[in-house]
């Protein structure tokens, strides 16, 4: 083709009349079909525009651009990707080799199997979410979990939202606004994302009364804050973080006399709450819910996803008449959480009725009893897999590593776990070899996440139960094309 000559795309008709986009046409729909076809046409025009315009200012011909790049096949197989692409979900699922087990950042507790078949008919009927099927009657969405969680806590009323800051922001909202809270200085804890103790009180209309030190808080401290304007006093468990050395807190069987004394309630943020001594399965032990209520605490929030193992949301237990005051705030409509979380959340209490089998069926807890002997074969079975289409560039070796519970809980306490090791091989000449595979993992058809340490890509086995053993090991080709 030479200067001069005109280029001629195919119109919009023509190409939604083919045969392969017709096929496009009855999958994705006309709409989205039409539109990505237009905007492929636009581009092709503007591309082949500046190369004319390229080409006539150096004097050459316009040479052989478009003969391919204008076809209707051509066309279509553009459009065919970019709907693929559009219609590719942005939430995906992930092999979690990081040695976390409840990462925040990958979705937290990995739901049971109950609970997944109730989210599942959820999602198909109709349910009683707000009806009471004995009465006829409207309902409260409370009562389908209440009574199971005044079982487990030994709390005298209960009530869910949507996650803990948010039961932690709408307790302080409901007694707290405009009144002083008083909380140790040691205890104004900041969590992922900055989300601050502080601010949350600010937001709710509440007024931090600071009392203590950073590592020495006395009972007369809190005694000494108390005044007419003081509404609360509360304790905020310091679930990722450790201060230690010459330090001093003020336990909970301590702190409720003097709130009892004056009239004053006492509130807990456990944070990632657990319904059971974590002890009895041979992990470090967390304070449960049950002993904080039993410790006199008259209010405590907690979170569901975390040791709970269950799906998203806050919950807040305690005093009844406490609870109904906090369940007339306006903003706990704001708050509160759908059909779904509530299907998923009532199986997973019903797995705690039955501790003894509790280890077995809730799946953060296998994860987190799983044994080490059970992750050490498992990696000497794929390592040489993983080495062989690594190739020489690679050296992987199975070795013993560390995980944590994570989202908070037990931040200094670690489990002791198997994985594999992947090192850049001596003389390798890969720029960033450990960065550029990590990428490649990164972007296999189930992303594989692990973690960058001490030269070292690392990929902790703890989470890669047997049962997803199989889907692992079939995509691990993807890493020698």
């Not at 001629?8 to 009855?26: E, M, N, Q, W, Y």
């Not at 969680?149 to 005298?156: P, V």
């Not at 960033?432 to 189930?446: F, K, S, V």
């Amino acid at each position: 083709m030479t200067t001069g000559q005109t280029v001629r795309l195919p119109s919009v008709d023509r190409i939604l009349g083919d045969a392969a986009c017709l096929a496009l046409i009855a999958h994705y729909g006309r709409v989205q079909t039409l539109a990505c076809a237009r905007a492929v046409l636009a581009e092709l025009r503007t591309a082949m525009l500046a190369e004319l315009r390229t080409a006539m200012l150096a004097g050459a011909g316009f040479g052989n651009f478009g003969e391919e790049g204008a076809s209707i096949a051509a066309i279509v197989a553009q459009v065919d990707e970019r709907l693929q692409s559009q219609a590719h979900p942005r939430l995906r699922p992930v092999f979690n080799l990081t040695g976390t087990v409840l990462h925040t950042n990958l979705g937290r507790a990995l739901l049971p199997d109950a609970a997944v078949q109730a989210v599942v008919e959820a999602l198909q009927w109709p349910m009683n979410l707000e009806f009471d099927l004995e009465t006829g009657k409207r309902g409260d969405r409370d009562d389908l979990v209440e009574e199971l969680l005044r079982e487990l806590t030994g709390a005298e009323a209960a009530t869910i939202v949507n996650n803990n800051a948010a039961a932690v922001l709408l307790m302080l909202n409901t007694l707290a606004q405009n009144k002083e809270v008083v909380v140790s200085r040691g205890e104004l804890v900041e969590i992922g994302g900055a989300f601050r103790i502080p601010d949350v009180m600010t937001r709710a209309g509440a007024v931090l009364r600071e009392v203590g030190s950073t590592n020495r808080t006395h009972l007369a401290d809190y005694a000494d804050a108390i005044n007419a304007q003081t509404s609360l006093l509360m304790k905020v468990h310091c679930s990722n973080y450790a201060i230690t050395g010459f330090t001093k807190s003020v336990e909970l069987d301590e702190l409720v006399p003097l709130a009892a004394q004056h009239g004053v309630p006492t509130a807990v943020d456990l944070g990632s709450g657990t319904l059971v001594d974590l002890a009895q399965y041979g992990l470090p032990h967390e304070t449960t819910v049950r002993e904080t209520i039993e410790a006199g605490a008259d209010l405590v929030t907690f979170s569901g996803d975390k040791l709970l193992g269950g799906p998203q949301c806050g919950v807040i237990v305690g005093r009844a008449d406490l609870i109904a005051k906090i369940k007339r705030n306006p903003l706990k409509r704001a708050l509160r959480v759908g059909k779904l979380t509530l299907a998923a959340l009532a199986p997973v209490l019903q797995l705690y009725r039955a501790p003894d089998l509790l280890a077995e069926r809730l799946t953060t807890l296998r994860l987190l009893t799983r044994p080490a002997c059970a992750m050490r074969a498992q990696a000497q079975t794929l390592l040489p897999l993983l080495q062989n289409v690594l190739g020489a560039a690679y050296v992987v070796s199975a070795e013993t590593v560390t995980s944590q519970i994570g989202s908070g809980a037990l931040p200094v306490d670690q489990l002791p776990s198997f994985g594999l090791a992947v090192r850049s091989a001596p003389g390798s000449r890969l720029s960033n070899p450990l960065g550029t595979l990590e990428q490649r993992l990164r972007a296999m058809p189930r992303p594989v996440i692990g973690r960058i340490g001490q030269d070292t890509l690392w990929l902790d086995l703890r989470c890669l139960e047997a049962a997803h053993e199989t889907a692992f090991i079939a995509q691990l080709a993807e890493l020698s094309a």
